[in-house]
């Protein structure tokens, strides 16, 4: 089945950094705009950051300075570096095109963000 496939989560201090990676288990993907998306406990899932297809970057405004997004379309990845993390960006992560299709989401990946 065709899905995007998320990796690098953990646990982490506050403070901290992860870095999340992204692919596609069948096919590329490098023409398509990437969105990584979060869902928190109880609450919808909501766009975190996405890259175009030639690099340009977009963010919500909780992660701006804090996060960044980079694609490596030679090898079919797209990252999330996510540093000085808070309590709040405590959540599943997932990456998906933009907009994205109901049927690409994958398990996501979570992170955890505690003392």
């Known amino acids: 089945q065709e899905q995007f496939v998320e990796s690098g989560g953990g646990l982490v201090q506050p403070g901290g950094s992860l870095k999340l990676s992204c692919t596609r288990s069948?096919?590329?993907?490098?023409?398509?705009?990437v969105g990584w998306y979060r869902q928190a406990p109880g609450k919808q899932r909501e766009f975190v950051a996405s890259i175009t297809r030639d690099g340009v970057p977009t963010y919500t405004d909780s992660v701006k300075g804090r996060f960044t997004i980079a694609r490596d379309n030679d090898n079919n990845t797209v990252l999330l570096q996510m540093d000085s993390l808070t309590f709040d960006d405590t959540a599943v992560y997932f990456c998906?095109?933009?907009?994205?299709?109901?049927?690409?989401w994958g398990q996501g990946t979570q992170v955890t963000v505690s003392s």
């Open positions: 998906n095109s933009l907009p994205p299709v109901r049927t690409w």
């Open positions: 069948m096919g590329s993907f490098s023409i398509l705009p």
